[in-house]
């Protein structure tokens, strides 16, 4: 009983201080033993232990001896060489396929988008997400494979990073019980993990700009679907299976609206692009006028790229569906407010691109109407830092946080 519990101490102990020299190789680039001991609270002998095994484990080196004091011996900072790990992102979305790269300083090497591509439920859409994970690699002018520690993918829907499953996209019936993690490490024959892409988004806002200046963060993924990620204490919080944020297919609506998770009335039925879409479409089919119009009328579908340059060139009828989704979304995260308490709400994905005035605005009039004054106040909303690549740049580290974490 005794070696058990000096066992699961021992593990304790190891977790805390290899967490605590990840955090600050990633926030500062190198690290001493005594931060780390004034950090973590365990002594500087302890630490030096972990520190030595991290050596050996070839996931650290000293990087310089500074001299901190006048006399006495030099200070070993310790820390890992920019170019001696890389890390590669993939993000997918509905229409569209992001792979990246980027150094363990978090600097992004090189991306590469896919406008060719449908996400689609099948072997095959798998398949070719591996081939064109290969070309990229095999692309990269000076890196070898064996430079690149990790991947990680992101998925849509309901994803357990922990067991590397996913619940919904690319759970299929004749590889029940397998792993997804385990059937792309077969094929792609590198370490993988898999995370939900909302949450790989709001750890890279995080990483990028947010450490060490807010640990309570909001995330809203507004794309094509709606998703939240959840950020506490500078953690993101998975809940008992993973699959926490999955605030789109809360029920808040009596609108008869099928949501593709099968049920009726959920929040991204009225709250999403797809939402827009839909009721761009109705309402040009009962006849108002719209730069859109032509399109509907042929019978052909209205993407998100459509959108986006309707509402930019001021067509009144986008604009107007927009800022209503905008007035919405603001509802909900008021009640969050009320709820998490947060210091800041981060707003990405595709709508996050349009003309403030038109749907940012919209937003945080809301949150500031409904949610108790005291905990809205001093809450920027703001839209996503990393643009584009902020999915495929959180993907690249979250690669790099589990890697070092040892799962």
């Known amino acids: 009983m005794l070696t058990l519990l000096h066992e699961k101490g021992s593990k304790t102990v190891d977790k805390a201080i290899r967490n605590c020299i990840i955090t600050k190789i990633m926030e500062n680039g190198s690290f001493t033993v005594s931060e780390i001991a004034i950090d973590s609270g365990y002594s500087t002998t302890t630490v030096a232990k972990y520190v030595s095994a991290m050596i050996k484990e070839g996931k650290i080196m000293e990087s310089e001896k500074v001299s901190l004091h006048t006399k006495g011996r030099k200070t070993v900072r310790y820390g890992i060489l920019s170019d001696s790990f890389y890390f590669l992102g ?47 690699i095999d692309s990269l002018d000076g890196i070898s494979r064996e430079r690149i520690s990790a991947v990680n993918i992101n998925i849509p829907g309901r994803v357990n990073s922990h067991t590397g499953t996913s619940a919904t996209t690319f759970n299929f019936e004749d590889t029940a019980g397998i792993p997804l993690t385990d059937i792309l490490e077969e094929k792609l024959g590198m370490k993988v993990y898999i995370e939900n892409d909302t949450k790989a988004m709001a750890y890279g806002e995080y990483m990028a700009w947010a450490s060490g200046k807010y640990s309570n963060i909001l995330y809203v993924n507004i794309g094509w679907g709606f998703g939240l990620g959840i950020i506490i204490d500078g953690k993101l919080y998975y809940g008992k299976d993973g699959y926490s944020g999955e605030l789109g297919h809360v029920h808040m609506y009596e609108n008869n609206v099928l949501c593709h998770c099968g049920k009726k009335g959920c929040i991204e039925t009225e709250v999403s692009i ?67 308490n947060p210091e800041a709400i981060i707003i990405g994905g595709n709508l996050a691109k349009v003309e403030p005035c038109y749907f940012l605005q919209p937003v945080e009039t809301e949150i500031r109407k409904y949610a108790l004054r005291l905990m809205c106040r001093d809450v920027p909303v703001t839209t996503s830092s990393l643009g584009d690549d902020t999915a495929v740049m959180g993907a690249c580290m979250i690669a790099r946080s589990k890697m070092l974490d040892g799962q």
């Open 90 to 136: 993939v993000d997918m979305r509905t229409f569209e396929l992001t792979i990246g790269l980027m150094n363990f300083t978090g600097e992004k090497i090189r991306t590469e988008h896919f406008d060719d591509f449908r996400l689609d439920n099948t072997h095959d859409t798998l398949d070719l997400i591996c081939e064109r994970i290969t070309g990229f």
């Open 274 to 340: 797809r939402a827009i879409q839909r009721k761009l479409t109705e309402r040009i089919s009962r006849g108002e006028t719209s730069l859109l119009s032509t399109k509907v009328f042929k019978g052909e579908t209205i993407t998100v790229k459509d959108i986006l340059d309707a509402v930019e060139k001021e067509d009144a009828l986008s604009i107007e569906i927009v800022s209503e989704t905008g007035v919405r979304l603001g509802h909900i995260l008021a009640g969050l407010v009320n709820i998490f």
